[in-house]
């Protein structure tokens, strides 16, 4: 139901874009949500966009990271930008209906200081 893809490994200071493609059913009217976790650590909520494309970031992302939709795609982007080394875990995307809680599979970023 959702694939994240757009991982890899980068410098310090440097940018990736992630992916999160939803089937148009789960797609359509639902915020969606960029979870990262690192080893040894809990999984945290880094960014959310609404149905209607209004975004909220955790702070340590704030102005560094930008959300965005394409509805005709049925995607969400998230643009990180700025990257640190404590930006490195996996990020996984999660849109939730009444009755389920769908994950993508997961994408790992790693930032090399």
């Known amino acids: 139901q959702l694939q994240a893809s757009g991982g890899g490994l980068v410098q310090a200071g440097g940018s990736l874009r992630l992916s999160c493609e939803a089937s148009?059913?789960?797609?359509?009217?639902?915020?969606l949500r960029w979870y990262r976790q690192a080893p040894g650590k809990q999984r945290e909520l880094v960014a959310v966009i609404g149905a209607g494309g209004v975004t909220t970031y955790e702070d340590s992302v704030k102005g560094r990271f930008t959300l965005s939709r394409d509805n005709a795609k049925n995607t969400v982007y998230l643009q990180m930008n700025s990257l640190k080394p404590e930006d490195t875990a996996r990020y996984h995307c999660?849109?939730?209906?009444?009755?389920?809680?769908?994950w993508g599979q997961g994408t790992q970023v790693t930032v090399s200081s």
């Open positions: 148009r059913s789960l797609f359509f009217s639902r915020s």
């Open positions: 999660n849109m939730q209906t009444a009755s389920n809680d769908y």
